[in-house]
C-alpha cells in the first residue's frame, strides 16, 4: 500500500508553479494602460470636433443642394453653423470651388494635441462635400 501512496506524493522537482501577475507584470500592465488611456483622453475631443463638423458639412450639402446656391451662400451657411457648434477655422482650412455640378466644399486641417513634454498627438482631417445646383 505504501509503494501506491509514493506515485502521488508531490515532490520538489513535480509541483506545479502558478501562475499569475507579478508585482512587474502588473507595473509594466498598469503602464500600458496609461499610456493608451493617456492617449485616448488626448485624442477624444479632436475626434468629437470632427464627428459635428462632418455633421454640419453633410447636413449643408443636404440642405443647400438644388438650391442655387452661391459660394458667398455656402460660406455664410457654414460659419453660422460653425459658431453655433463652437468650430474655429482658418480661411485656408476651407475651400468652395465650383463644379461640373455646383459647388465642392473642401474641409482640411490638421488637430493637434500634446501628448507628453514635445510629444504631439497629430489627427488629419480632410472632408468633402459636393453641393448640387
Known amino acids: 500500500m505504501e509503494s501506491h501512496r509514493q506515485g502521488h506524493r508531490m515532490t520538489g522537482s513535480t509541483r506545479h ?10 507595473l509594466i500592465l498598469a503602464l500600458l494602460v496609461g499610456v493608451v ?4 483622453m488626448k485624442v477624444a475631443p479632436i475626434y468629437i470636433n470632427n464627428m459635428r463638423l462632418t455633421t454640419i458639412l453633410n447636413d ?9 446656391a452661391t459660394p458667398q451662400s455656402i460660406r455664410n451657411e457654414l460659419a453660422r453653423r ?9 480661411n485656408d482650412q476651407m475651400k468652395i470651388t465650383q463644379s461640373k455640378n455646383g459647388y465642392s466644399v473642401r474641409v482640411q486641417y490638421e488637430g493637434r494635441a500634446s501628448y507628453v513634454a514635445d ?12 453641393i448640387a445646383r
Open 60 to 68: 449643408v450639402e443636404r440642405e443647400l443642394s438644388g438650391q442655387a
Open 82 to 90: 460653425f459658431s453655433v457648434e463652437d468650430i474655429a477655422l482658418a
Open 17 to 26: 508553479s502558478q501562475a499569475g501577475v507579478t508585482a512587474l507584470g502588473f
Open 119 to 130: 510629444i504631439y498627438l497629430v489627427v488629419a482631417y480632410d472632408k468633402q462635400v459636393e
Open 37 to 40: 488611456g493617456l492617449a485616448v
